[in-house]
Structure formats: C-alpha cells, structure tokens
C-alpha cells in the first residue's frame, strides 16, 4: 500500500525527533595502565661495599697433591705386603719345631714379627703423611713426607738385600720386584723435596705463592 505523504526518513534534511543533534561517539577511558614515559629514569647505582672483596686463596702446587696421593697408593701396597708377612711368619712360627724345616725357621719367623710391626708403622705414617700434605701448609706436613718416603726406600734397599742373600735364582724377578716397590717413593720424595713443595709448605696461609714451574 503506498501512502500519499512522504516519508520523513526518505529527506535527510528533515529532523526525525526533537533535540540536539549528534555529536559522535562518546569519547573513551584512559586505559587502567600507565603508558610508559618516553625517556624512563635509570636505576639508581647500588652502594659500594664497605670493604673490598676477599682475596682469592692459593692453589696447592700439583707436586704436592701428587706425592700426597702418592702417599696413599703406597700405604695400600705395603699394607697388602704386611699382611702376606705376617700370614709367613705364622706359617714359620708353627713349622719352626717340625721335621724337614730349616734349622733358622724359628729365627726367619721372628724376622717376618718384626718386620710387620715395622711396616706397619710405615703404613700409618704414610697415611699422616698424606692427609698433612692435603690438609696443611706448616713445614711438618713436608718433613712427614719426607720421613715416609725415606723409610719405604730404606726397607725396599733392606728387602733387596736381604732375598739376595737368600735366594740364588730368579734375581731379575726379585730385582724387578725391589725397583716397583721402590719406584712410587722415589718419585714422590723428589715431588717433596722440590722448589714448588718448598715454597708451598714455607710460606704462610695468608701469604700468596710465586708462580710454580
């Protein structure tokens, strides 16, 4: 059905409804944040420390850990040959009185007693020796070194004289045996008694150490 008035939609001219007219969109909220300011403030420097940093403490020259180590590998050598002696002088000891044993049977087993006792006193002082020379910086540490390595070379020096004068054969062997037994103490004890194990040991835990070559 078409009407005979115009509609007052069909003028864009015509106002539909009383009042003022449109004014936009409503203008928007500021965001909940707050934009961040072109040049921000840098944080302030922290405060210096009131006393300067601790100074680093010195390394242990590797010639000292070595104859400490050194120290240990022999304690378990000689601990293990301490026991074999001390299982031959029981064995001697019962075998003393029997017949067919030699007539120094009885002598051989007191020998193999206190060569033990001997030894074993060796393998204590080889395990002082080793934690004073991880542990400490005082002068006995080094001279604990030294007294342990020189008696391993003593009893190797008594052993290599004493089974060559008892048995004839197999010298090479014996010989090859002495000089393993003896190798690890005389290497260690130059590792004790050279420049890097002096100027450790002498000087002071507060004091630095020169370079070591």
């Known amino acids: 059905?078409?009407?005979?008035?115009?509609?007052?939609?069909?003028d864009p001219a015509?106002?539909?409804?009383?009042?003022?007219?449109?004014?936009?969109?409503?203008p928007t909220t500021m965001p909940y944040w707050t934009p961040a300011a072109p040049h921000a403030v840098p944080w302030p420097q922290p405060w210096p420390q009131p006393w300067p940093p601790a100074p680093a403490r010195p390394q242990r020259p590797g010639q000292v850990i070595a104859a400490a180590v050194l120290a240990f590998v022999q304690a378990a050598g000689v601990a293990l040959a301490t026991a074999y002696l001390q299982l031959l002088g029981a064995v001697f000891s019962m075998a003393?009185?029997?017949?067919?044993?030699?007539?120094?049977?009885a002598a051989l087993a007191a020998e193999a007693g206190v060569l033990s006792l001997?030894?074993?006193a060796s393998v204590v002082l080889l395990l002082?020796?080793?934690v004073l020379g991880l542990a400490s910086r005082r002068p006995v540490a080094r001279w604990t070194l030294v007294?342990?390595?020189s008696l391993q070379l003593s009893l190797a020096a008594y052993w290599a004289a004493r089974l060559l004068a008892v048995l004839d054969q197999g010298a090479g062997v014996l010989a090859a045996l002495v000089l393993g037994f003896a190798a690890a103490p005389a290497v260690a004890l130059g590792l004790a008694v050279g420049r890097p194990a002096r100027a450790w040991f002498r000087?002071?835990?507060?004091?630095?150490?020169?370079?070591?070559?």
């Open 1 to 10: 059905m078409t009407s005979s008035h115009p509609s007052p939609w069909s």
């Open 14 to 26: 015509t106002e539909t409804e009383p009042g003022a007219p449109y004014a936009g969109p409503p």
């Open 96 to 105: 003393a009185g029997e017949p067919g044993f030699p007539a120094d049977g």
């Open 118 to 120: 001997v030894q074993l």
């Open 128 to 130: 002082t020796a080793g």
């Open 147 to 149: 007294a342990a390595f």
């Open 203 to 213: 000087s002071s835990p507060d004091e630095g150490t020169a370079p070591h070559r």
